[in-house]
Each structure stands twice: as structure tokens, then as C-alpha cells.
């Protein structure tokens, strides 16, 4: 991932209540998680509202995404709308908020630099990912034996599997 959304803290946000506004497409063109990867084909769309809470800033919003992953029964290609919603909790360094740097709960962030929210809007779609990835529900996956996609023909298997396949020692646990 080599995408990013710097945003600077200050002066926008410097005192209570100041809020942000952004909206906008985060050119990113794909992600990595679970050891698959994620094509995005127009980026991530987000709207998002960063405010400053005393001490802190809160970001919330709402990111968008359509990818293109494999299917997990017929590896073809399939697509994936995904929505998530961001709520993330920025402690400003040096605030007067009792917050210390060993709570895991929050980020920690200095004053005056920026903060990057593009690792925070893809994970938050991460969060929306399926377990598995199907094309379809009622996906039919590859034939065991000769690995024909049978969403798409059928195939001249016998259905027995022979004795040197690795999953025939299945057969003998029933």
C-alpha cells in the first residue's frame, strides 16, 4: 500500500469543536489481507469528518470500494462491494487530556505533524471482508478431479476419486 491522505492537525483543528470536512477518492489500486489481494478499480471513495474533542480528534465517516478478488470455490474472478465505517481516536501529544502513551486503545499523535488516514479507511473495509470470497452464493467450485469449473460446463469424472488422489484417504473415514 503506497497510498496516502496526509491531513495537517493544525491550525484547522487547534481548539474544541473545529471540525473537518473531507470527501473525496483515495487512488489506490489495490490491498493486501488475509494473503489475497484486493483489486480496487476506482480507488476508495470516502466521507469523512475529522473533530476536535479536547485533546483529541475524532475521526468518523463512511469509506466505499468496489474490488475484484478469486473466488474461494471456482478461483474465477468475482467482485466485491465493500462499505465500512470509520471511527478512530486520535489522542493529541502533549493535550491536556489524562491519556498515557501505553493505552493501546488509542493513537497518539504529536500537535503539529500530520496523521495519515489511508491505513485507517482500508482498514476499515478489511473489517467488511467475507470470510470467504464466493462469486456467487450457490457457486459450484472445481470438479476434485480434473479441476473443471463446473459453474461454468460439466465435466466426464466418474466422481470416484482414484486411489493415488491425496483426498481418496478421505473416503475411508466414513
Known amino acids: 500500500m503506497s497510498a496516502e491522505l496526509k491531513i495537517t492537525l493544525a491550525p484547522t483543528l487547534d481548539f474544541l469543536g473545529a471540525h473537518l470536512a473531507l470527501q473525496g477518492v483515495l487512488d489506490i489500486f489495490r490491498f493486501d489481507a488475509g494473503g489475497r489481494a484486493f483489486v480496487v478499480d476506482k480507488g476508495i471513495s470516502y466521507n469523512l469528518e475529522l473533530t476536535n474533542t479536547g485533546g483529541a480528534v475524532l475521526v468518523s465517516g463512511v469509506v466505499k470500494a468496489n474490488t475484484v478478488a478469486v473466488c474461494d470455490r471456482c478461483l474465477a474472478s468475482c467482485d466485491l462491494q465493500l462499505q465500512g465505517e470509520?471511527?478512530?481516536y486520535l489522542v493529541i501529544k502533549g493535550s491536556q487530556a489524562d491519556f498515557s502513551d501505553a493505552d493501546a486503545e488509542f493513537t497518539v499523535v504529536d500537535a503539529n505533524e500530520e496523521i495519515d488516514?489511508?491505513?485507517?479507511?482500508?482498514?476499515?473495509?478489511?473489517?467488511?471482508?467475507?470470510?470467504?470470497?464466493?462469486?456467487?452464493?450457490?457457486?459450484?467450485?472445481?470438479?476434485?478431479?480434473?479441476?473443471?469449473?463446473?459453474?461454468?460446463?460439466?465435466?466426464?469424472?466418474?466422481?470416484?476419486?482414484?486411489?493415488?488422489?491425496?483426498?481418496?484417504?478421505?473416503?475411508?473415514?466414513?
Not at 129 to 141: A, N
Request: charged letters at 20%.
Open 86 to 88: 470509520l471511527q478512530e
Open 117 to 174: 488516514l489511508a491505513a485507517y479507511m482500508i482498514a476499515a473495509l478489511i473489517f467488511e471482508l467475507p470470510i470467504t470470497v464466493l462469486c456467487k452464493d450457490e457457486c459450484k467450485g472445481l470438479c476434485p478431479r480434473c479441476g473443471t469449473n463446473l459453474n461454468t460446463s460439466t465435466c466426464n469424472c466418474d466422481g470416484e476419486l482414484s486411489a493415488d488422489h491425496p483426498f481418496a484417504v478421505l473416503k475411508s473415514l466414513l
